[in-house]
Every structure is written in structure tokens, then in C-alpha cells.
């Protein structure tokens, strides 16, 4: 197959992870992907490490004739069979430029919130859009709750899946001498965006109450984002500069992943909780709000711990319940791997893309 990803976001988090290791992975089976992205975007500026082609293309407009005109031609000159849309932003366009190919278009929802029941997502979903895959099953809850409209029939839910073997391979990153932290300290980390979707401010509030009971506990936070400067305030304000280190963007997180006692996902809500499944394939187990698909990912009391959103008491008592047992710490961070190797495999979000794309080409009526 000839297939074309449209894709506008212009930052690096677990969609663009997702989005590489699948036309990576497809490219592999011998599909011919083709990225077409913002210039000068994350996933341009990766280009050249990529066996995808990746276009640059600025998409302007909400149904700009231009852009679709681009995408309509490109689709033409790739010989494109499916092409796939990751916003409602893109599905307009793409939509229209693929219906003027000919072409079917899967729309591929990410994130976990209701969509508006306005006639432009009518038509685009029902009509235009071939299928829907969505990352988890809340995503399609939340979904379908807010479309009534829309059939479930057409609605798939892939999971994501990682390269099991990257994580086992890693060598741990040594984040006590890179960051001067004591040999005894227990690390908990974080990786993401720093943005108030990821629970930001409750993590900061659980720290404090952290480490007035354990002073050994360091939060390394990998990432960036608008909030860094507030992490930063809060913590001088708060004398934690010894319990929060802003480790900032990284490239090695199974290294990461490897060095840290456990993972913190604080978040309001998630899309994909990307980081918790590279955790877990790290053998490292996870604290994770019990929001959107982290329940489908992390089962309490088995790979991890779970507690409510906006709780910084129960996530702080997490953190200390961890901190303080190696053992649970241990145990559950085997029981994560083999969860990881057995339901979130990179094989798995492979087979299951390419048979819905195949499904979509097939009962194509173009």
C-alpha cells in the first residue's frame, strides 16, 4: 500500500512516538508512508533518520482550496491508496483532497475528549472518514458520548505499541551523577510536556507532602513545556531544589526509563499514556491517575498504583508506599514487562494499522 499520514502538530510527544514507530514499522513490511508535516516541525527536523518520506507542508485555513490542492496533488504523485488524519482540522482538508483523489481516509483520534455535534464534524466523520481508530477504549467512549451519530461499527481502538527489545537492551542513564543526586536517593520519575493536562500542579503539591515525610525522594522531571518556569518558581519558593530536577527535553528515555525507582503520571486526562507503557517495558512500575486509558494500561496493585486525579494526598501516599519497598517495587515492575510484551507490543499496533487500512482499501467504494 501507498499511504500518506497528514500531520500538524509541531512539538515531539507520545503521538509523534506512535506516529514514527508506525511508518517506521509499515515501511518495514514493505508499504510505501509518506509524512506530510510542518516545515521546520519536529517530525521534519527528524526526516533524514527516517525510512519515510516526509514531506513538508504547511496546512492553512480550516478548508483553504490551496491546501487541499497540495494535498490532492500529492496524493496524485504518490499514487496514494489510504491516506490518515490525526485532527478534525486535518480531516477537512485531507478529507477533501481525498475524496477528489478518490481515495479513503481514516481519521486517527488521539486525544481524549468529546467532539462538538456540528454539522462540519457530522459530515466529515459519518461521510468522509472511511473509520475511526482511536488509541484506547475511553477514547472511544468519550467519543461516541459526545457523537451519538456516529456507529460503533466504525470506530476501532488500536492500542500503541512499543520495540520491547530497545527498552530490555537500555542501559540505565546515570541521572545521580548527572545531576548530583545522593546515592541512596529514591528517583520518581516524569516524562512529558510540561503543560496542566499532565496534572503539573498536583504532582508539585504531592512533592511537598513527599518529602516532609522522606527527604530522599527526587522528582526528575524529562520533558519541557509552557509550565517549566512555574515548576522552577515552586520550587525554590518551596526549598525543593534538592527534590525536583528539570532534566528537560530527552532523546534516551529507555535509558531514562531504566535509572528511575518508578514513574509519577499525575494527569488531568490522557490521550495514549504513552509513558507509563515505556515505563513498564523498562521493568519500572508506574503511579498513574485512574483517567482515560491509564486504567486500560496500568492495573492497580499488579504493574502499578493508581489513585484519583486532583489528590495529591493519595498520590503522595503512592510515592511513599513505593519509596519505601523495593520488594513492591520489584515485583511490580516485572509484572509491567511481561504486560508489555504480552498486550503493547510494536507487533501488535502493526498488524492491527495494517488491517484496518486494508479493510478500509477493500471496502473502498471509489
Given at each position: ?120 464534524n457530522r459530515f466529515f466523520y459519518t461521510t468522509v472518514a472511511s473509520a475511526v481508530v482511536v488509541n484506547s477504549r475511553a477514547t472511544m467512549n468519550t467519543l461516541l458520548a ?221
Open positions: 500500500m501507498n499511504i500518506l499520514f497528514l500531520h500538524t502538530y509541531p512539538g515531539w510527544g507520545g503521538g509523534e512516538v506512535s506516529l514514527t514507530a508506525i511508518s517506521e514499522g509499515l515501511s518495514g513490511r514493505g508499504h510505501h508512508v509518506t509524512i506530510a508535516c510542518r516545515p521546520h516541525a519536529a517530525l521534519h527536523q527528524r526526516a533524514t533518520s527516517l525510512h519515510s518520506a516526509v514531506v513538508p507542508l504547511r496546512i492553512s485555513g480550516d478548508i483553504n482550496p490551496v491546501t487541499i490542492w497540495k494535498i490532492h496533488r500529492l496524493i496524485r504523485h504518490n499514487k496514494i491508496d489510504v491516506v490518515c488524519v490525526h485532527t478534525s482540522k486535518e480531516l477537512r482538508v485531507g478529507g477533501m483532497a481525498a475524496s477528489l483523489a478518490r481515495v479513503p481516509v481514516v481519521m486517527s483520534r488521539e486525544i481524549d475528549l468529546p467532539i462538538k455535534g456540528t454539522r462540519l459526545s457523537a451519538p451519530w456516529l456507529e460503533r461499527d466504525r470506530v476501532t481502538v488500536v492500542w500503541k505499541g512499543i520495540d520491547v527489545e530497545v527498552f530490555r537492551r537500555a542501559e540505565p542513564a546515570d541521572l545521580r551523577s548527572e545531576f548530583g543526586l545522593a546515592r541512596d536517593a529514591v528517583i520518581a520519575g516524569f516524562a512529558g510536556r510540561l503543560e496542566d493536562q499532565k496534572g503539573i500542579a498536583t504532582l508539585l503539591d504531592a512533592i511537598s507532602l513527599v518529602v516532609a515525610r522522606n527527604d530522599r525522594i527526587v522528582v526528575v522531571l524529562a520533558g519541557d513545556g509552557p509550565l517549566r518556569d512555574r515548576i522552577s518558581a515552586y520550587s525554590r519558593e518551596h526549598h525543593l531544589e534538592r527534590n525536583i530536577v528539570l532534566a528537560g527535553f530527552r532523546e534516551d528515555i529507555p535509558a531514562f526509563m531504566k535509572a528511575i525507582d518508578f514513574l509519577v503520571m499525575a494527569s488531568n486526562w490522557e490521550g495514549f499514556g504513552y509513558s507509563a507503557v515505556e515505563a513498564m517495558a523498562a521493568g519500572r512500575p508506574v503511579i498513574a491517575t485512574n483517567v482515560s486509558s491509564l486504567p486500560e494500561i496500568v492495573q492497580d496493585g499488579m504493574t502499578g498504583l493508581l489513585v484519583p486525579p486532583r489528590a495529591p494526598q493519595k498520590l503522595a501516599d503512592a510515592m511513599l508506599t513505593l519509596a519505601d519497598d523495593v520488594m513492591l517495587r520489584e515485583s511490580l515492575g516485572k509484572a509491567g514487562a511481561r504486560r508489555v510484551e504480552e498486550v503493547f507490543p510494536l507487533s501488535a499496533m502493526l498488524d492491527k494499522v495494517e488491517s484496518l487500512f486494508r479493510s478500509v482499501l477493500l471496502s473502498s467504494e471509489f
